[in-house]
């Protein structure tokens, strides 16, 4: 079956207007049943489709005939926006992370962590400002030289240490 790549808008579900021609006042439906959502660009307003259809089908009004490597660069574009939006987002949720030490402990201990992190800390040959964290500290930052120690000495992955640092957030003394 032979197709053509199109942009387009979501439609009124009622009256059928694009919305870059009018706001959705009753709900959004796309603007034909035969298009296939490639991708949508939601860093536009409004949003804009990116599909395709069946060679035979007309153009709904809002939709715009591209060319086939127009369609693969948006598509591959969105794509990539979405991956560094959610590098972003991650990033940020890491750097907004703080727990109690109770709570670092607390979940460190429920993981089986404790013991190894207590041995590491009593090694002279960790560095004293991790100790001095362990021994002093109030908090406990996801972001932190001494977290950074703790999880490359105790080999976890970045996720492994967000689960620890979600578990302990729900610690209550």
């Known amino acids: 079956m032979s197709i053509k790549h199109v942009t387009a808008y979501y439609v009124d579900a009622q009256d059928g207007r694009p919305a870059s021609e009018a706001p959705l006042r009753h709900g959004l439906k796309l603007p034909s049943e035969n298009l296939v959502v490639s991708a949508v660009d939601r860093r536009e307003s409004p949003p804009l489709i990116i599909g395709t259809l069946p060679a035979s089908e007309p153009?709904?009004?809002?939709m715009q005939l591209i060319e086939e490597s127009e369609h693969v660069?948006?598509?591959?574009d969105i794509e990539h926006w979405r991956e560094s939006n959610s590098q972003r987002e991650l990033a940020k949720?890491?750097?907004s992370m703080v727990v109690s030490a109770f709570q670092a402990f607390a979940a460190l201990d429920a993981a089986g962590y404790l013991d190894q992190v207590e041995t590491m800390m009593a090694?002279?040959?960790t560095p004293r400002i991790?100790?001095?964290a362990f021994e002093k500290a109030q908090e406990f930052r996801r972001l932190s030289p001494t977290v950074?120690?703790?999880k490359e000495r105790l080999e976890l992955t970045e996720a492994q240490c967000d689960e620890l640092f979600e578990n302990a957030a729900t610690i209550v003394a």
């Open 130 to 132: 991790h100790r001095l």
């Open 123 to 125: 090694d002279p040959e």
């Open 59 to 62: 153009l709904s009004p809002g």
């Open 73 to 76: 660069t948006r598509v591959n």
């Open 93 to 95: 949720k890491r750097e």
């Open 148 to 150: 950074d120690h703790w």
